[in-house]
């Protein structure tokens, strides 16, 4: 399926607001993976902040956040403050008793839908996990460039999505979402103008699932003003192309 226009927003979330606040209900029964899942993030992201030009740690934007597994697990312990998007009434309303201790670091609480978000600051980093199936490729582009617009000096947009093995587009009508392509996840990077710096897979997660993986995007034009982004502070390589690693391999 090439053509995904026929994603039904209102369907997906009446999904959603039937799903229980629970790491397992976000996780559509995956639950078990999520440690896992949080590893292979923090090996991601740790390998970004060290880059040189790395994005500064004021302000993390997590969108599709569910009930604020990432926000907790992944983001608190890296960012000043967390901003979240989420449009379920129920998931958003969880959030800050999931997150506990740590909520004074959450920012503001955005219930809207990722193809109606208008930021409205400039974020360090935007992650977008298990959310970007439910847009379509048009709104996906165009929610891409206003996250672009709205990073900050050496901000990044992340995104960790499944991937189909089959190369091409599929359809699950259960909650109106689609798995994208490897191929057509970099037409729509292109598409939005955004350069894709680093990308790693997924290891460490149980066989018949989707390949997952982590793509680390930054405005086109700041690779060429500044093509040495992909130098590492710790091993100082010219690699200027996209690194491509397993998440145990960075
Ligand atoms: C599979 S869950 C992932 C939650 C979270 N990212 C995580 O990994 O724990 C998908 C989330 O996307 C949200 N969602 C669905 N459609 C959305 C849309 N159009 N815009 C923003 N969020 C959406 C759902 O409410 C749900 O919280």
Redesign the pocket.
């Known amino acids: 399926m090439n053509d995904n226009s026929q994603i039904d ?1 209102e369907l ?2 009446k999904y ?1 607001a039937d799903i229980p606040p629970t790491v397992d209900g ?3 029964g995956f639950g078990f993976i999520s440690n896992a899942d949080i590893e292979g993030s923090k090996l991601f992201l740790k390998s970004i902040l060290a880059l040189d030009n790395a994005p500064g740690t004021d302000l993390a934007l997590d ?4 009930i604020g ?2 926000t907790k697990h992944l983001l608190i312990p890296y960012f000043k403050k967390v901003d979240v ?4 009434e129920k ?1 958003i309303n969880t959030i800050v008793d999931f997150v506990g201790q740590d909520k004074s670091k959450i920012g503001t609480l955005y219930k809207v ?3 109606e978000f208008e930021p409205e600051k400039k974020y360090d980093i935007v992650w977008n ?3 970007l199936g ?2 379509t490729d048009e709104d996906l582009v165009l929610y891409l460039q206003r996250c672009r617009d709205a990073l900050s000096e050496h901000g990044m947009i992340v995104i960790k999505e499944n991937v189909t093995s089959s190369g091409i587009t599929e359809k699950d009508d259960t909650d109106s979402s689609v798995t994208r392509s490897l191929k057509q996840y970099m037409k729509i990077f292109k598409r939005a103008n955004l350069y894709r710096i680093k990308q790693c897979k997924q290891t460490n997660f149980p066989s018949g699932i989707y390949p997952v993986y982590m793509f680390a995007l930054v405005p086109n034009g700041r690779v060429t003003e500044s093509s040495h982004i992909m130098k590492t502070r710790s091993t100082r390589s010219s690699i200027v192309n996209t690194q491509i690693c397993n998440n145990n391999k960075q």
């Open positions: 927003y997906s979330l959603w976000v996780l559509g969108c599709g956040a569910g597994r990432i998007i989420e449009p379920d998931f839908s990722l193809q996990q298990w959310v439910y847009l």
